[in-house]
């Protein structure tokens, strides 16, 4: 089974540039969530999707950051303009839609600078 | 924001001891997992423990959960230099449709060869 993969692996941007993160999730799973993870600390989440859907993007700053998740499948989160503190890493994970018991399973991360 | 919090936050032992790391969280759940993140990679799930559940074991790894005190503890035996990576404890959380997984800080593990 092939995991999550993300692209790419690491981005340096200057502050108020833009920046696009793609993810592609395991083939099947039909949730699909962005965290970001801030140096030292647990992931946070931003969004989750439910197939093309959002089901929760109650943490995602939407002054600058958007995500989208056409067709179901790959997932793309964006940030304009970038601000110094976005400096993370930003995990995309997955998880098929069974029960409350089905781990995450994610990808490697997108390591952003802003400088 | 954060369900919940692990204890130490870092831990440095010699290879050949055991770990044993804590966490805490605060409202209801019906499981509690592991992750294990390895530096410059994605987390990886190590082990789930349900809420009627007391202990669990896989491998090297033991569990326990207490929800009476919110609390759980991952204890690795016979520790390697390869377990040196960072640990985190997470819980679900359903809301309507949703089923989010928040994670704590997380435990940093050095393992000494």
């Known amino acids: 089974e092939a995991g999550v993969a993300q692209s790419p692996r690491y981005k340096i941007i200057e502050k108020r540039q833009s920046v696009a993160f793609w993810c592609n999730p395991i083939?099947?799973?039909?949730?699909l969530y962005w965290y970001q993870q801030i140096l030292g600390q647990g992931p946070k989440l931003l969004i989750q999707?439910?197939?093309?859907?959002?089901?929760?993007d109650s943490q995602l700053p939407k002054d600058r950051f958007s995500a989208e998740r056409l067709k179901g499948v790959d997932s793309t989160l964006k940030i304009q303009p970038a601000k110094l503190e976005d400096s993370a890493v930003y995990l995309c994970?997955?998880?098929?839609?069974?029960?409350?018991?089905?781990?995450?399973?994610f990808g490697n991360g997108t390591r952003l600078t802003v400088t | 924001s954060q369900q919940g919090e692990e204890d130490p936050q870092a831990l440095s032992i010699q290879e050949g001891e055991n770990a044993t790391m804590n966490c805490s969280y605060k409202?209801?759940?019906?499981?509690l997992q592991w992750y294990r993140q390895n530096s410059g990679r994605g987390l990886v799930h190590l082990i789930l423990?349900?809420?009627?559940?007391r202990e669990k074991h896989s491998g090297r790894l033991r569990v326990t959960l207490d929800t009476s005190k919110k609390s759980s503890s991952l204890l690795i035996t016979a520790s390697r230099a390869a377990d040196t990576a960072s640990y985190f404890c997470?819980?679900?959380?359903?809301?309507?449709?949703?089923?989010?997984?928040?994670f704590g800080s997380g435990t940093r593990l050095l393992v000494r060869p």
């Open positions: 994970a997955s998880r098929p839609l069974t029960g409350n018991n089905s781990p995450l399973h």
């Open positions: 423990i349900r809420s009627n559940e």
């Open positions: 999707f439910q197939n093309n859907g959002v089901v929760d």
């Open positions: 997470a819980t679900p959380r359903s809301m309507d449709s949703s089923y989010k997984l928040i």
């Open positions: 409202t209801s759940i019906n499981n």
């Open positions: 083939s099947g799973h039909a949730t």
